[in-house]
């Protein structure tokens, strides 16, 4: 149906949350379909880039990093 998850990559004031590693293996048994993973992961770039390249179907915004 084209329709995708938008996943929030949130950290609470502990500093804990989401990271962009844990959607990894929801993407990998659910190929046909989209996530978006906020803000390009951040602070974790790096691990969201990597989840990128690994699954076609993940994207990631790039909203919320002009002054970060």
Do not use: M
Request: charge should be positive.
């Amino acid at each position: 149906n084209g329709l995708g998850i938008w996943q929030p990559l949130a950290r609470g004031p502990d500093g804990g949350g989401a990271r962009p590693r844990h959607p990894d293996p929801f993407a990998a048994r659910f190929p046909e379909l989209r996530l978006i993973l906020a803000h390009l992961g951040h602070p974790y770039e790096g691990e969201c880039v990597a989840v990128l390249r690994k699954h076609p179907h993940v994207y990631a915004d790039l909203s919320a990093l002009h002054y970060r």
